[in-house]
């Protein structure tokens, strides 16, 4: 595939990790088929959680696999994902959508745990008026590293989450917030290298 022949072809040491978005279908027995498929899983929710918390109980997960926790996060997603982190799940990455979310996750999550950060893209611009999507602005992110994560003992910056609400499409929209999420990436990358 295109994956295994980029990844050959630029010396990619790491792994690719498919993760599987739970709030595509909750269903039992599609989460049981997903993961016969040695796949990781994407939370988007409080409730999802506790579908992560029965699949460990039922041996279909571990604390090896990743739990990628995106979405707003209110209270009982917040302690939820610290539950999960505090009893062991070293692999459960928080995306943060917005500065706050960290400071909640930190006042209860006891131990050093691994964040993910959003990337706010733009909306494709098909009205007069469009506006940015959760997450933080491209600009922000190098200087909110620097400031907040980069000398914090307990959080260790792992990825960098965006989303392109046009699917992959050959037109300017989706390359320019492409090469917009890549400039991130490279520039974060010199300066952190758990990411």
Known sequence: GWFASAF???KYKAKYHYCYCTKSSHFKHVLNEALKNDIHIETSSAFDINIV???KEEGKLTNKDYVICNGFKRDAYIQNIARLINGGHKNCIPIIDNYEELDLLEEVIKKKFKVGIRIASEEEPKFEFYTSRLGIGY??????????LQDNPKVELKMLHFFINTGIKDNAYYWNEL???????????KICPTL
């Open 8 to 10: 050959k072809k630029h």
């Open 139 to 148: 600009k922000d992110i190098v200087p909110f590293y620097k400031k907040v």
């Open 179 to 189: 090469l917009k999420c890549l400039s991130v990436y490279v520039n974060l990358k």
């Open 53 to 55: 918390e029965k699949l």
